[in-house]
Nanobody, 125 residues
Protein backbone atom coordinates (compact mmCIF):
# COMPACT_ATOMS: atom_id res chain seq x y z
CA UNK A 1 0.00 0.00 0.00
CA UNK A 2 1.53 3.26 -1.14
CA UNK A 3 1.40 6.07 1.38
CA UNK A 4 2.19 9.72 0.76
CA UNK A 5 2.21 12.02 3.78
CA UNK A 6 2.60 15.76 3.29
CA UNK A 7 3.73 18.19 5.96
CA UNK A 8 4.99 21.75 6.28
CA UNK A 9 1.91 23.75 5.44
CA UNK A 10 1.32 26.89 7.49
CA UNK A 11 0.08 30.46 7.57
CA UNK A 12 2.73 32.84 6.23
CA UNK A 13 2.86 36.48 5.18
CA UNK A 14 3.25 37.49 1.56
CA UNK A 15 6.91 37.46 0.56
CA UNK A 16 7.71 34.69 3.02
CA UNK A 17 8.93 31.13 2.47
CA UNK A 18 7.83 27.61 3.32
CA UNK A 19 9.17 24.14 2.63
CA UNK A 20 6.73 21.32 2.12
CA UNK A 21 7.69 17.68 2.53
CA UNK A 22 6.11 14.48 1.25
CA UNK A 23 7.24 11.20 2.80
CA UNK A 24 6.60 8.21 0.56
CA UNK A 25 6.43 4.54 1.52
CA UNK A 26 4.97 1.21 0.54
CA UNK A 27 6.62 0.43 -2.79
CA UNK A 28 10.01 0.40 -4.43
CA UNK A 29 10.52 3.87 -5.73
CA UNK A 30 12.24 3.49 -9.07
CA UNK A 31 11.31 4.70 -12.55
CA UNK A 32 8.63 7.03 -11.34
CA UNK A 33 7.71 10.67 -11.29
CA UNK A 34 6.43 12.72 -8.39
CA UNK A 35 4.71 16.05 -8.38
CA UNK A 36 3.08 18.75 -6.33
CA UNK A 37 -0.41 19.97 -7.16
CA UNK A 38 -2.55 22.54 -5.40
CA UNK A 39 -6.22 23.27 -5.09
CA UNK A 40 -7.65 26.60 -3.99
CA UNK A 41 -11.27 26.91 -2.80
CA UNK A 42 -13.67 26.76 -5.70
CA UNK A 43 -10.95 25.94 -8.21
CA UNK A 44 -9.71 22.82 -9.90
CA UNK A 45 -6.60 21.04 -8.75
CA UNK A 46 -3.62 22.33 -10.71
CA UNK A 47 -0.09 21.19 -11.39
CA UNK A 48 2.66 23.07 -9.57
CA UNK A 49 5.91 21.17 -10.13
CA UNK A 50 7.13 17.69 -10.97
CA UNK A 51 10.34 15.68 -10.88
CA UNK A 52 11.59 12.57 -12.61
CA UNK A 53 13.12 10.48 -9.85
CA UNK A 54 15.75 8.69 -11.92
CA UNK A 55 16.91 11.67 -13.98
CA UNK A 56 16.11 14.44 -11.52
CA UNK A 57 14.64 16.48 -14.33
CA UNK A 58 12.08 19.02 -13.21
CA UNK A 59 9.11 20.84 -14.65
CA UNK A 60 7.24 23.85 -13.27
CA UNK A 61 4.02 25.67 -13.86
CA UNK A 62 4.64 29.15 -15.20
CA UNK A 63 2.95 30.68 -12.17
CA UNK A 64 5.63 29.35 -9.80
CA UNK A 65 8.72 29.24 -12.02
CA UNK A 66 11.59 31.09 -10.39
CA UNK A 67 9.91 31.07 -6.96
CA UNK A 68 9.39 27.38 -6.17
CA UNK A 69 11.92 24.55 -6.28
CA UNK A 70 11.07 20.85 -6.28
CA UNK A 71 13.66 18.38 -5.06
CA UNK A 72 13.95 14.91 -3.61
CA UNK A 73 16.00 12.90 -1.17
CA UNK A 74 16.20 9.43 -2.68
CA UNK A 75 17.61 7.86 0.49
CA UNK A 76 14.66 9.11 2.52
CA UNK A 77 12.03 8.64 -0.23
CA UNK A 78 11.00 12.20 0.46
CA UNK A 79 9.85 14.90 -1.92
CA UNK A 80 10.21 18.60 -1.13
CA UNK A 81 8.81 21.87 -2.39
CA UNK A 82 10.68 24.99 -1.40
CA UNK A 83 8.39 27.97 -1.85
CA UNK A 84 9.84 31.48 -1.81
CA UNK A 85 8.35 34.91 -2.46
CA UNK A 86 4.92 33.57 -1.60
CA UNK A 87 1.86 35.45 -2.83
CA UNK A 88 -1.74 35.40 -1.58
CA UNK A 89 -2.70 33.59 -4.79
CA UNK A 90 -0.50 30.68 -3.70
CA UNK A 91 -3.03 29.95 -0.96
CA UNK A 92 -4.30 26.39 -1.45
CA UNK A 93 -4.16 22.84 -0.22
CA UNK A 94 -0.99 21.31 -1.60
CA UNK A 95 -0.91 17.64 -2.58
CA UNK A 96 1.92 15.34 -3.60
CA UNK A 97 1.36 12.59 -6.12
CA UNK A 98 3.28 9.71 -7.70
CA UNK A 99 3.10 7.65 -10.88
CA UNK A 100 5.24 4.70 -11.99
CA UNK A 101 6.71 4.24 -15.47
CA UNK A 102 5.57 7.62 -16.68
CA UNK A 103 6.19 9.27 -20.02
CA UNK A 104 8.10 12.32 -18.94
CA UNK A 105 6.59 14.30 -16.07
CA UNK A 106 2.80 14.36 -16.35
CA UNK A 107 1.14 17.67 -15.56
CA UNK A 108 -2.45 16.47 -15.40
CA UNK A 109 -4.30 15.13 -12.37
CA UNK A 110 -5.13 11.97 -14.32
CA UNK A 111 -1.45 11.31 -14.91
CA UNK A 112 -0.87 10.21 -11.30
CA UNK A 113 -1.89 7.05 -9.46
CA UNK A 114 -1.48 7.91 -5.79
CA UNK A 115 -2.12 11.03 -3.79
CA UNK A 116 -1.46 12.33 -0.33
CA UNK A 117 -4.08 13.92 1.92
CA UNK A 118 -2.78 17.44 1.41
CA UNK A 119 -1.37 20.23 3.55
CA UNK A 120 -2.83 23.74 3.83
CA UNK A 121 -0.77 26.74 2.79
CA UNK A 122 -2.25 30.14 3.54
CA UNK A 123 -0.51 33.34 2.44
CA UNK A 124 -1.77 36.56 4.01
CA UNK A 125 -1.43 39.92 2.31
Amino acid sequence: QVQLVESGGALVQAGGSLRLSCAASGRTFNNHAMAWFRQAPGKEREFVAGISWSLSTTYYANSVKGRFTISRDAAKNTLYLQMNSLKPEDTAVYYCAVVWNPRGIPSSVGGYNYWGQGTQVTVSS
